[in-house]
Structures are given as structure tokens and as C-alpha cells.
């Protein structure tokens, strides 16, 4: 049996991470990465920094005409091949109204939900007892979040998918985890367009991508459904599910203006 990881957005950021872990063993030994992004250079890149051999996919997740690459690419070396880990890194959001957002909101839908979706179905079919699918959510998923309403939607989307995926999967040993972390200093939020709005929502800080990859890889192997991976995140969630929606979103409207405010001054 030949034991891959695949890795969607592998050329930065939480991806670029998740491959670094995975290539020095923190999920096991594996005989090769599949690293998925857009460029080819930056791919590229990655490969010669790994040990463990790696197989570039130049591919956009936005293009239907990736998952059949995808699908020819498995299918191609389907004798004897076992995926080990996918890990669904790929994604991005937008900060602003609705209408400010503009045609971004289908993209965002289309990366960060249907890119997921075809993902785990296409390796899927080569998974066994053992395998495990992380997919990246949001500490955004926890909350309605005006300002990066259709973000914050697609990643409540990946929460509940993951969830009800790993309660089919988990009798055949195959489980799949929800990653909700807090923003991080990656290339995400290099353009993220309404700053006033970004503002609003960071007053809940950010978190170290090394840590919360570590985290997430030892909740993936202990068959964890969701992985919160920063203990302030882990007391929102808490109190969101005792706190009526509205009011929730009411007072983290009111934390996200006052910390706005300050930050202004």
C-alpha cells in the first residue's frame, strides 16, 4: 500500500503548514505529498524544501475542470494507493457588506464549500479504515458574521459537512475533522477588502499557525469531530450555544466598534 497526503491550498499559509508538518512524520510515515494550489512556481518551491517526495498540482478549485484533473490524476495511480490524510486548506474571505463583496460571493462559495465537497468525494474512493479528511473552518462558522457574512457562511457550511460526514464515516474507521481557528498572519488577509470591517471582526486576536496545525493533526488522529484549537475560541463557543443568537451577535457587534474605536485613536 502507498500512503499519501493531498493538500489543498499547500502553497502558503495554513496549507504550506500543514504540508511541513506532514512531510516531517507528524502524521505518520507517508510515501509522498500531493501539494494542490494555483501556482506552479510557489508549488515548485515547496517540493524542494520537503523531504518526503512531493507531486505539484497546478490547479484552481474555482475551475470544475480541476477535480477532473483531480479525478484522472487519483485514478491514474489508484494500484495500491491509499489516501492518508486530505487536508482542505484552500480558501478565502472577503471583508465587507454583501454588496461590497460583490461577485467575490460566488467564488468564496465555490472555493470554500464546493472545492471541500468535491475534495472529500474524489478521495474518498481511495480511503481506508485508518484515513483522515481536516477540513478548515472558522472560528467565523461559530457566529453570523455581518461584514464577512458569506465567509463566515461557508465555513458554518464546512463545520456542519465535516460533522455529519465523520458520523457516516467513523464506522469504517475513516474520520474527518473541523478546523475552526482564528485569523492568522498568512497571505489570507493580504487583501481583504473592507478594512473597517476587518477590523470589527479581529478584536478577538489572532493564532500561530504552527500550534494550530499541531493541534489539529493530534485531534484528526485521536477521531476528534471538531477541533477548536485556541481555548478564547473554545469559551465563545461555549457561550454561543446559551446565548440567543441575536444577543450574541448584538455584543460582539459592540466588542468588534470598541475595538475598532480604540485601535482608530
Not at 182 to 198: E, S, V
Request: glycine fraction near 8%.
Amino acid at each position: 500500500m502507498r500512503d499519501i497526503a493531498i493538500v489543498t491550498g499547500a502553497s502558503s499559509g495554513l496549507g504550506r503548514e500543514f504540508l511541513r508538518q506532514l512531510d516531517l512524520g507528524a502524521g505518520g510515515p507517508l510515501d509522498e505529498i500531493w501539494a494542490i494550489a494555483r501556482s506552479e512556481s510557489a508549488l515548485d518551491e515547496v517540493k524542494r524544501q520537503s523531504h518526503t517526495p512531493v507531486k505539484v498540482l497546478a490547479l484552481d478549485l474555482t475551475d470544475p475542470a480541476a477535480f477532473t484533473t483531480f479525478a484522472n490524476e487519483l485514478k491514474a495511480a489508484a494500484d495500491g494507493l491509499n489516501v492518508q490524510w486530505l487536508v482542505n486548506c484552500a480558501g478565502f474571505g472577503k471583508f465587507g457588506t454583501f454588496e461590497e463583496v460583490g461577485e467575490a460571493n460566488g467564488s468564496m462559495v465555490k472555493l470554500n464549500c464546493l472545492a471541500v465537497v468535491e475534495a472529500c468525494y474524489q478521495a474518498l474512493l481511495y480511503m481506508h479504515a485508518g484515513s483522515r479528511i481536516v477540513n478548515i473552518s472558522s472560528a467565523a462558522a461559530l457566529l453570523p458574521q455581518p461584514g464577512l457574512s458569506t465567509y463566515g457562511a461557508t465555513k458554518r457550511f464546512v463545520l456542519d459537512f465535516s460533522r455529519a460526514l465523520d458520523a457516516e464515516l467513523g464506522p469504517v474507521g475513516i474520520h474527518v475533522t473541523a478546523v475552526c481557528p482564528k485569523f492568522m498572519h498568512t497571505k489570507f488577509l493580504d487583501k481583504p477588502g473592507d478594512h473597517g470591517a476587518l477590523d470589527r471582526v479581529l478584536w478577538i486576536g489572532f493564532e500561530d499557525p504552527r500550534t494550530c496545525v499541531s493541534e489539529s493533526l493530534r485531534s484528526a488522529l485521536r477521531g476528534k469531530r471538531v477541533a477548536i484549537t485556541s481555548p478564547d475560541v473554545r469559551v465563545m463557543n461555549a457561550l454561543c450555544k446559551v446565548i440567543p443568537t441575536d444577543v450574541a451577535m448584538a455584543l460582539e457587534a459592540w466588542i468588534g466598534q470598541r475595538t475598532s474605536q480604540g485601535n482608530a485613536s
